[in-house]
């Protein structure tokens, strides 16, 4: 049975991980509507993603014998000032989830609910991954700076990004 304190504590990850969701189809969104469909694709599979960990989430709660919870999102942002300023943002919400999915590990470990400790262990490596992805965006956008080729060459980068698979039955992934 899953404790009433993780239980609160999961229900508003998914809330995080759904919003994360939000902003990233409403930067795919500002993307398209700059006709940079390579920028816009890499954050609509970001969007994809978030979903699938907030689905992640959900399911274990029931799994664990809880209930979910939903809440109401935020309103994202919906204009950002350049590509590396979204980018920005994006590597910094990251780093934020991160936070957050270190303090739900800390609380399983302090409740000694090692089943829940031990499915945020994926949560743990795939955040290293996510600020990694946006973090490398970012410092290409900085060296591309004001090149209008650059920038033209790294959408085409990001229109190759293609959704990854869902994790496999053993909560891993790649």
Known sequence: MLNEKMEAALNKQINAELYSSYVYLAMAAHFHGLNLEGFANWMRIQAQEENMHAMKIFDFI?????????????????E????????????EHERKISGMIDELVNLALDIKDHATW????????????????????????????????????LDRELAQRQPEAE???DGGGE
Do not use: C, H, T
């Open 167 to 169: 994790a496999g039955e």
């Open 62 to 78: 029931y799994e664990r014998g809880g209930n979910v919870r939903l809440m109401a999102l935020e309103a994202p942002p919906n």
């Open 118 to 153: 031990n499915f945020l262990q994926w949560f743990v490596a795939e955040q290293v991954e996510e600020e990694d992805n946006a973090n490398r965006v970012v410092e290409n956008l900085k060296l591309i700076g004001d090149n209008s080729a650059g920038l033209f060459m």
């Open 80 to 91: 950002w000032d350049s590509p590396l300023d979204a980018f920005q943002q994006s590597y």
